[in-house]
Each structure stands twice: as C-alpha cells, then as structure tokens.
C-alpha cells in the first residue's frame, strides 16, 4: 500500500503560482508512474499532468507551459509548480500513482489507470 498525502493549495489571485506537493509512505516512488488530476464541482475529474517513473513527463494543453511536473524519487515526493494561474484552474487537485516496475517510459493520462490516491488539496483562483 501507498499513502499519498497532498498539500501546497490555497487561495491565489489570476496570474499568480503554487506549487502542490505529493508526499508519499509505505513504498518508495521510484518504480511509479504519477499523476495529477484536478476535479471542478460537477465535473469529472480530469488528467492535469502525468510523469513516467523515469520521467517522462506529459501535459494537458490547458496547462501546458504553464504547469511543470517533477519528482524527487530520494524525498518520495512529487510536485506540481502551477504557474501563470487563470480562474478555471480553480479545482481540487489530486496525486495518484501507478505501481509500473518494468516501464520507466510510460506516462498514465486516466483515472482508472491508477491503484492509489491522495485526499486532494483544494486551489481557488480568483479573477
């Protein structure tokens, strides 16, 4: 078992930066594929970011060039830097990972494709 364990959100005004953290216990990250989802009220919850257990790293176009995904596998931790923030970034923001011990090159873009998530840390943007 995973536990992931989020935090970083808050209240931002339009055009300014957060960056959330993933901590995870129970396992180390290194052989996980990550990812960040964001769900908005009645919405589904949809693919932000993704990173390969090597890496590799993958960006919806909503927030590409404006969010980076990276992972420090010695803090077991990943992080989503959310620059540039608009209003309709405002959601909770969830971590999830994916046991992929054999793929270092494989990114994961949706939710049923993860085993283990955190309880979400809630970003408000206002205008």
């Known amino acids: 078992q995973v536990q992931l364990v989020e935090s970083g959100g808050g209240l931002v005004q339009a055009g300014g930066s957060l960056r959330l953290s993933c901590a995870a216990s129970g396992r180390t990250l290194s052989s996980y594929a990550m990812g960040w989802f964001r769900q908005a009220p009645g919405k589904e919850r949809e693919l932000v970011a993704a990173?390969?257990?090597?890496?590799?790293?993958y960006y919806v176009a909503s927030v590409k060039g404006r969010f980076t995904i990276s992972r420090d596998n010695a803090r077991n931790t990943v992080y989503l830097q959310m620059n540039s923030l608009k209003p309709e970034d405002t959601a909770a923001y969830y971590c999830a990972a994916r046991q992929v011990p054999n793929y270092r090159y494989t990114y994961y873009r949706h939710a049923y494709e993860y085993d283990y998530w955190g309880q979400g840390t809630q970003v408000t943007v206002s205008s």
């Open positions: 990173i390969s257990s090597g890496g590799i790293t």
